[in-house]
């Protein structure tokens, strides 16, 4: 199994998955010719994708899925509601409705060999999901966007062997910084976006024996730094105790607008 981030940030995320013959994108958030860019990068032709999978209908996330499906025709993955966001969207174009395929929150489902879990998330979007991937005794996970975690998303990402999971902004440098307070409120709301520490506090919780390696994703361009994320995410991590170089657990913080942290497990 492989994970390799074509992009993740505030302005736009993509991820790829593979697994055997079975080859997966995570949302498509970014413009065709970097998706095309990210997926050669990663030696990997469109025509071998086999499925989208939309965590949700916001643009970081979609402004690129109708012009790629267009090209490029392909089963999409997403919850009901996120569908009928998606469609009635002027930005997405005309575009086979056929290729969608409703998902529910917290469902399972098989994408070739692969089987992937769809886990419900507190963002605000219609109905938000993060996405868990299994085969055979290899799993990752691709969780961003999510104002907080409750205990089934805990208990849906235990004995994973890799995550990308988001570590979107520092507090202090939210607070100080120059969004307006409505948006500043978001961010940190239970439907906004984790910190540098909530994500810290998360995998706490979720890291196990099986874990081998954590992508740092989804960075605010404005209230975060990739050193900042990295360090305040393992400092976290030790004041509860966990030592990442003890555990032999790889930390990386993906490139917001290139290809980058291509693991495999």
């Known amino acids: 199994m492989e994970i390799a981030s074509i992009c993740s940030g505030s302005s736009g995320n993509c991820i790829l998955i593979k697994s055997g013959d079975t080859n997966v994108l995570v949302d498509v958030g970014v413009a065709k010719k970097r998706v095309l860019e990210g997926l050669d990068y990663f030696n990997t032709s469109p025509n071998e994708i086999d499925a989208i999978l939309i965590t949700h209908e916001h643009s970081d996330h979609v402004k690129g899925l109708g012009v790629f499906l267009r090209a490029h025709p392909v089963s999409v993955y997403a919850t009901k509601a996120t569908i009928e966001n998606i469609l009635a969207s002027s930005s997405i174009g005309e575009v086979d409705k056929e290729l969608f395929e409703e998902i529910d929150s917290d469902e399972e489902f098989f994408v ?154």
């Open 112 to 265: 070739g060999g692969l089987k992937v879990n769809s886990i419900s998330t507190s963002h605000d979007a219609s109905d938000s999901v993060c996405y868990r991937f299994d085969d055979g005794d290899k799993s990752c996970a691709v969780v961003t966007d999510l104002g907080y975690y409750h205990d089934d998303i805990v208990e849906s990402l235990k004995d994973l062997n890799a995550i990308l999971v988001e570590a979107n902004h520092d507090l202090k440098m939210l607070e100080v910084g120059p969004y307006p307070y409505h948006l500043k409120s978001r961010i940190w709301s239970n439907v906004g976006h984790l910190s540098n520490e909530a994500c810290g506090q998360l995998l706490s919780e979720i890291i196990s024996d099986k874990m081998q390696y954590i992508i740092l994703g989804h960075l605010s361009k404005d209230n975060n730094y990739p050193e900042l994320a990295f360090e305040t995410v393992r400092n976290e991590l030790m004041f509860k105790n966990i030592d990442l170089n003890d555990l032999g657990i790889e930390i990386q913080v993906a490139k917001r607008d290139q290809p980058s942290c291509d693991i495999k497990i």
